[in-house]
């Protein structure tokens, strides 16, 4: 009878999993809209109300410092928007590592040859790309990795996203904002974009704070151009306030991972590792922090006569 609630048990998760899955999968493009509308409305914002604001006109002309400091802050903002629109598309067009049709099949002695110890060496330089970096990490045929749901050998660092269906090269995490995984081919470009985004909206915050407390709380004297105008300057300050945190707890998170030679998902197997271990009276090794910061950016890496062949940043 308790076997029979278990399965049933099992078999509901395993649907609302997979529900769930359907539905990041699905809403993603959703996502990309929102994302895209909401950072649009704050740019249209900045534009036709912190500026004008910031830098009025008065009826005898600009003084120099005012056009010069005007034109400065235009220069600053569109960079910065081209900027998270440039590492924003990257992130979701870009593929996230996908592991070659022919890798795990090729023979046993060539493994033999990639299992020397050499985690983030590449063999002999074939002109990197994900191939060379997959093929970096193809260890003997006994102990290869297999993929339960691929049903095939997938390199170290290599993990299923149960929403893409597909196994990812060096895999961090789902992210339903970008409607893709980040992992080995576009996690410079979700990095970048973190750093863009949150120097976005911490700016943003800096040249209103004054406004709003002036005329939103304390009713100033400024001549809003219409009602919708007070309504927008209002929700993209709150906006710019709520993602500046976010964003600021994720770079910071993304950061230490970086740093520390870890994805996501290694560090909360490592979590695991080191739990096991204390339990068992045993040391836990982490491999990936053996070495330098590099080798977490850049898996496809050196080359044996020493030159980088992938570098992410
Ligand atoms: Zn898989
Ligand atoms: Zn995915």
């Given at each position: 009878m308790r076997i029979l609630y278990r399965g049933s048990l099992a078999r509901l998760e395993a649907c609302a999993a997979h529900g769930f899955n359907s539905f990041v999968y699905l809403a993603g493009p959703a996502f990309i809209l929102i994302a895209c509308a909401l950072v649009s409305l704050v740019a249209y914002i900045y534009f036709t109300v912190n500026i004008p604001y910031l830098y009025p006109t008065t009826s005898d002309g600009d003084s120099w410092t005012t056009s010069t400091a005007r034109g400065a802050s235009l220069v600053w903002a569109v960079y910065l928007l081209v900027c998270i629109a440039f590492h924003y598309y990257m992130a979701v067009t870009v593929d996230p590592g996908r592991v070659p049709d022919e890798w795990g099949r090729g023979e046993e002695e060539d493994s033999m040859q990639a299992d020397?110890?050499?985690?983030f060496e590449a063999l002999?330089?074939?002109?990197?790309g994900v191939h060379s970096a997959a093929a970096a990490y193809e260890p003997p045929i006994s102990r290869q990795r297999i993929c339960k749901k691929c049903r095939r050998a997938k390199p170290d660092r290599a993990h299923h996203c149960s929403v893409c269906k597909r196994c990812i090269l060096k895999m961090d995490h789902h992210c339903p904002w970008i409607h893709n995984c980040v992992g080995h081919n576009n996690h410079r470009y979700f990095y970048l974009f973190l750093i863009y985004m949150f120097t976005g909206c911490l700016y943003y915050c800096v040249v209103s704070i004054r406004m709003f407390r002036q005329e939103i709380l304390n009713n100033g004297q400024y001549k809003w151009p219409h009602e919708q105008a007070r309504m927008g300057f209002v929700f993209s300050f709150i906006l710019a306030v709520a993602m500046a945190l976010a964003m600021g707890g994720f770079l910071t998170w993304h950061t230490w991972l970086v740093a520390t030679a870890q994805t996501t998902i290694e560090y909360y197997n490592n979590q695991v590792a080191r739990m096991v271990a204390r339990t068992t009276g045993e040391v836990s090794y982490d491999k990936?922090?053996?070495?330098?910061v590099r080798k977490v950016q850049t898996p496809s890496l050196r080359t044996r006569d020493g030159g980088v062949v992938g570098l992410i940043f």
């Open positions: 020397d110890g050499l985690l002999p330089n074939d002109g990197g990936t922090k053996r070495g330098s």
